[in-house]
């Protein structure tokens, strides 16, 4: 910021501040994690919101206020859009299909005219993560795993360390919400783990 000032750039210049995923919490073999996120439950790799939920800062000149605060969820696929739509260039839908531009939110809109966010994690991680995947629509957020065939159906409103899951009380939601993950993996060609017939079990 300082360096900006110097070169007088700062009425020219929009600064991001965000992460790509939650600090890492879990590790596998009892080693040490280097980070506690609570209250959110677990870190990065995983789809729980210690793994998703991160700070974001945007400051662009003559268009945020310094004490604004925005509690609509966003997510990383949305900074292109937006950085072309303050650089005043025409926005590229088949270049960022999964975003949509932020700038309504820093001008003071209260939500973006989206109905859910979506995470793939088809994979195995070092934090203990095992393939799964995740919805969240307003307030409610399912996750999936695949390994174990189970999901888990959360209420952040209420209960942002998703400590008291609802799948089993809520079946019509968390049917609901399962049903929105599974149509957008098919709508996006979303590629699914498959068991390695070449493994033998111990």
């Known amino acids: 910021l300082r360096s900006l000032e110097e070169l007088e750039l700062t009425e020219q210049t929009v600064i991001i501040f965000t992460s790509d995923n939650g600090?890492?919490?879990?590790r596998a073999?009892?080693?040490q994690a280097p980070t506690s996120n609570e209250p959110l439950r677990a870190g990065k790799g995983w789809c729980y919101e210690g793994g998703i939920r991160v700070p974001l800062i945007v400051r662009a000149p003559g268009i945020t206020d310094a004490a604004a605060v925005c509690d609509e969820p966003?997510?990383?696929?949305?900074?292109?859009p937006t950085m072309l739509e303050l650089a005043g260039l025409p926005l590229r839908?088949?270049?960022h299909m999964d975003g949509l531009s932020l700038v309504p939110l820093l001008r003071g809109a209260e939500q973006l005219p989206r109905k859910a966010l979506y995470w793939h994690y088809p994979h195995y991680h070092g934090s203990t993560w095992t393939p799964g995947a995740a919805v969240r629509a307003r307030d409610w957020k399912?996750?999936?795993f695949y390994e174990y065939q189970k999901v888990?159906?959360?209420n952040l409103k209420e209960d942002v360390g998703e400590k008291n899951d609802l799948a089993a009380t809520l079946p019509d939601k968390r049917d609901e919400l399962l049903a929105k993950l599974h149509s957008w993996q098919r709508e996006l060609g979303a590629k699914m783990p498959t068991m390695n017939p070449d493994i033998k079990e111990s």
């Open 142 to 144: 399912l996750i999936e």
């Open 93 to 95: 839908p088949e270049k």
């Open 29 to 31: 073999k009892n080693r």
């Open 23 to 26: 600090g890492l919490s879990t």
């Open 152 to 154: 888990e159906l959360y």
């Open 74 to 80: 966003v997510i990383s696929m949305d900074y292109v």
